[in-house]
């Protein structure tokens, strides 16, 4: 016989204890006790609280980013091999890479450089314009016939012509008329004597210390200077629009004289655009410039090679050296926009960085370090946006200043903080 078991009763759910009366004491204790302190703080501390909530916030020193040095390796550059040499670029001190660049050597025909720039000075031409006419006489037919006597270089002159002053620098530059150059000072001096007198001037004022200019054309090997002093003279020609376009000019049109060719055979080939050739009886030189690409510009390099046995030679030297040269340029982006260059923390939290406005690029020639100066100031209270300082970037001469500013905010910690972290401020 079975038996029927009776079910289970449901559970029921048990009845969460109370916290005893003790609890609920301590809890009022705590929360009041805390209350307690700082109404007695306040109430009875008023000289305490008073200091504390009016206490000026101190400045945050911020943690400077410091970015190492750039350097790439030193470039190896193509040597002639004979003669002196020396080269420059626009806009960078002192000289690349040079050899002899300090002896004295006979110049030749570069001396018309400083022909020229010596007559614009006196009777500069507007741009675009030809300046003022010259009228050609039989005297200056002498002089030509002169020159040839001397078995120095020559451009054709007509009696009876007038020539502005930029077709004369062309007869003088182009093909290096020694008769030009003599007529041209006699016109713009009075006299060839005048002309050295303000010729000699003009180089010492501009420190070409080791030139000595002897007469208008090259023609006399006493007249000498340095390869170094050469790339200066390089330089101050191409400051002067009207010289730069002439001497960049492979030929011209001269009514009366005909086609006149540049005897710098270089030009257009290695970026060269100038300057003027030298050629005595035992020499040749070439005074040179040149445009090489370099990142999203260029650069413009200045050189001289004196001393070579033939023009052929000379050129060859310099092309050498101008495509050895102009790997040896960077375009360095030295500071990024937005790169984070400073950090700031306070105390209670509050976080900001100081950031470049705006991004920095030079370009140097070599193994120049590129280096990164950053000055961040130290803050109190600051909004975002804020001026926080500069970084100066520096490569060589160069110098470039980009400004920082703060990307974040720091706040007043607020009362609260002030009165539950005393002395904090201090």
């Known amino acids: 016989m079975s038996r029927t078991l009776d079910p289970a009763p449901p559970a029921v759910p048990a009845t969460p204890a109370r916290p005893s009366p003790r609890v609920y004491r301590r809890r009022r204790?705590?929360?009041?006790?805390?209350?307690?302190?700082?109404?007695?703080?306040?109430?009875?501390?008023g000289a305490y609280a008073t200091t504390t909530l009016t206490a000026p916030v101190p400045e945050h020193a911020p943690v400077v980013v410091d970015p190492a040095p750039i350097a790439a390796t030193a470039q190896a550059v193509a040597q002639p091999g004979f003669g002196t040499w020396a080269v420059g670029a626009v806009g960078f001190d002192g000289l690349l890479a040079a050899g002899g660049q300090d002896t004295p050597m006979p110049m030749a025909s570069i001396a018309k450089v400083v022909t020229a720039l010596v007559i614009l000075e006196a009777h500069p031409i507007p741009a675009g314009e030809g300046g003022p006419g010259i009228a050609y006489t039989d005297a200056d037919i002498d002089l030509y016939w002169d020159m040839?006597?001397?078995?120095?270089?020559?451009?054709?002159?007509?009696?009876?012509?007038?020539?502005?002053?930029?077709?004369?620098?062309?007869?003088?530059?182009?093909?290096?008329?020694?008769?030009?150059?003599?007529?041209?000072?006699?016109?713009a001096f009075g006299s060839v004597d005048a002309y050295l007198e303000r010729a000699r001037a003009w180089v010492a004022e501009h420190g070409l210390a080791n030139t000595v200019i002897a007469d208008t054309s090259g023609l006399s090997l006493e007249n000498t200077s340095t390869a170094a002093d050469l790339v200066t003279l390089g330089q101050l020609a191409l400051?002067?629009?009207?010289l730069a376009e002439i001497v960049a000019t492979k030929q011209v049109e001269i009514p009366r004289l005909g086609t006149l060719e540049n005897s710098n055979k270089l030009l257009g080939a290695h970026g060269v655009d100038g300057i003027k050739t030298g050629t005595t009886d035992d020499a040749a030189n070439l005074l040179f410039s040149a445009d090489v690409p370099v990142g999203s510009g260029s650069v413009t390099l200045v050189g001289v090679l004196l001393g070579g046995a033939n023009h052929p030679q000379v050129r060859e030297g310099i092309a050498a050296m101008i495509d050895t040269i102009a790997p040896g340029f960077h375009e360095v982006v030295a500071v990024e926009a937005g790169s984070t260059l400073a950090t700031y923390e306070t105390a209670w939290g509050d976080t900001?960085?100081?950031?470049?406005?705006?991004?920095?690029?030079?370009?140097?020639?070599?193994?120049?370090?590129?280096?990164?100066?950053?000055?961040?100031?130290?803050?109190?209270?600051?909004?975002?946006?804020?001026?926080?300082?500069?970084?100066?970037?520096?490569a060589g001469s160069q110098r470039v200043e980009v400004p920082l500013e703060l990307d974040g905010t720091l706040d007043d910690p607020g009362a609260?903080?002030?009165?539950?972290?005393?002395?904090?401020?201090?």
Do not use: C, H, K
């Not at 120095?152 to 002159?157: E, I, K, L, N, R």
């Not at 609260?416 to 201090?426: E, F, K, M």
């Open 29 to 45: 204790i705590a929360v009041f006790g805390t209350l307690g302190v700082l109404l007695a703080t306040l109430i009875g501390g």
């Open 148 to 187: 040839v006597a001397q078995n120095g270089s020559v451009a054709p002159v007509a009696a009876g012509t007038t020539l502005s002053l930029r077709q004369s620098l062309e007869a003088m530059m182009l093909p290096s008329g020694n008769n030009y150059s003599i007529s041209l000072a006699q016109w």
């Open 239 to 242: 400051q002067d629009p009207t």
């Open 352 to 394: 900001a960085t100081a950031r470049a406005t705006e991004s920095a690029t030079v370009v140097v020639w070599s193994d120049t370090p590129v280096d990164v100066a950053v000055s961040a100031e130290p803050v109190t209270l600051a909004a975002d946006g804020s001026p926080a300082g500069t970084a100066v970037v520096t």
């Open 416 to 426: 609260w903080w002030r009165l539950t972290n005393p002395g904090g401020l201090d």
